[in-house]
């Protein structure tokens, strides 16, 4: 009866969206299986936690939390603004990358209005596409890659915004500085093209695109970070995106007056200043990517070539079966029936006593 009554007054579209299923948290596996020691490899979080110099700024911040945060993050703003070399009012703060991902779709998405992107990748486009009414299209991924031609073949006159991302989730493949270059001559000056470039910092020793070219030309291009991975602060949630002015001053009438809390804050600025973390993330990230390619091999099974802190692999065997036996062992990672791939999981790269955790319990368990 209660379920009947909220769909009756959902708004239209909104009936037939399927929630966002996060990775399983740590709490409820430890409820269910009874194991206190958990390795969670299912969220891309970071495995070496917050950065020590984050974690100092958020402890001193404490004592002031009865106050108000500045609502729009101005000493933020101004050290990514620095870092790009543009002025602090293209770059605009929010609760995580999600939430900047919902004030894109609620600023610029008319009913009807045709969305693109690839697939499988990062489901929040599709959600907040359809909470607005608008209509998603879907471009399969080329060898786990972002098909720019086959994108550029599905632009239409209705076409309001192009999402990719790069790295994608959940494949960890990337699009290069050229091949972006090509795809953006043709792209429509009444179109918006938002690069979510959350795991951007782990794909930085490539010819990756510099994106910020584009905004600095004045093209209606967003780009899409968070503090979430490679800066160990998803609890806290902060993200932003970066654009030109004319799409900016949009999204800052939408926003809501104080989307990043104090603490938040205070730590995204603490580990802006700590390069030594970063370098640490980076070099435990590598040696473990190198580490699980190498045993995935020995097993027999595939990978996509990842640039990021996870890597999507096949098993060639029932991930869904896979998944539940490494629960039962403490191991959390994500079966990719979701993206239409029965046989792969994506698997963050952790520290490297979780990553031989995990090899040992997929041995075994493909053993049985
Ligand atoms: C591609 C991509 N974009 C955005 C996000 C959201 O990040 P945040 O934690 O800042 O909301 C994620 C998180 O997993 C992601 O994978």
Redesign the pocket.
């Known amino acids: 009866m209660e379920n009947k009554a909220e769909i009756n007054l959902a708004r239209k579209g909104i009936e037939k969206l399927i929630a966002y299923v996060p990775g399983k948290p740590v709490e409820e596996v430890a409820r269910e299986y009874g194991i206190t020691e958990i390795v969670k490899l299912a969220?891309?979080e970071n495995p070496l936690g917050t950065s020590p110099k984050a974690l100092a700024a958020m402890q001193q911040i404490l004592p002031s939390v009865y106050m108000y945060p500045e609502g729009s993050s101005p000493a933020l703003r101004e050290r990514i603004a620095a870092n790009y070399g543009i002025e602090s009012d293209m770059v605009i703060f929010g609760n995580?990358?999600?939430?900047i991902?919902l004030l894109i779709a609620q600023a610029f998405i008319n009913e009807g209005d045709e969305v693109i992107i690839g697939d499988p990748t990062?489901s929040?486009y599709e959600t907040t596409t359809r909470i607005m009414g608008g209509r998603v299209l879907k471009v399969p991924l080329k060898n786990f890659t972002y098909d720019l031609a086959g994108i550029k073949g599905k632009i239409s006159e209705k076409t309001k915004i192009i999402y990719i991302?790069n790295p994608n989730?959940p494949t960890g493949t990337i699009v290069y500085q050229d091949e972006v270059a090509e795809f953006m001559a043709s792209v429509p000056e009444n179109c918006i093209v938002v690069f979510?470039e959350?795991?951007a910092e782990f794909a930085q020793k490539t010819n990756f695109p510099q994106t910020i070219q584009l905004v600095k030309e004045q093209r209606n291009v967003l780009i899409?970070r968070?503090?979430?991975k490679v800066y160990g602060l998803?609890g806290v949630?902060?993200?932003y995106a970066v654009g030109p002015k004319h799409l900016l001053g949009v999204l800052n009438k939408v926003v809501e007056p104080f989307p990043v809390n104090k603490v938040a804050q205070a730590g995204a600025l603490g580990a802006l200043e700590d390069q030594e973390f970063l370098d640490e993330v980076m070099r435990v990230t590598e040696v473990g990517k190198k580490y699980l390619y190498q045993e995935f091999t020995k097993m027999k099974m595939t990978y996509a070539p990842t640039f990021t802190n996870f890597v999507l692999v096949d098993f060639k065997r029932d991930a869904e079966v896979i998944t539940k036996k490494l629960l039962e062992r403490g191991i959390i990672i994500r079966p990719g029936q979701i993206w239409q791939l029965p046989t792969c999981a994506r698997i963050t790269i952790g520290t490297m006593a979780q990553n031989e955790k995990l090899i040992a319990a997929l041995k075994e368990i493909i053993k049985e």
């Open positions: 969220s891309n995580g990358a999600d939430n991902l990062f929040v991302c989730n979510d959350a795991y899409v968070t503090f979430s998803a949630r902060v993200g």
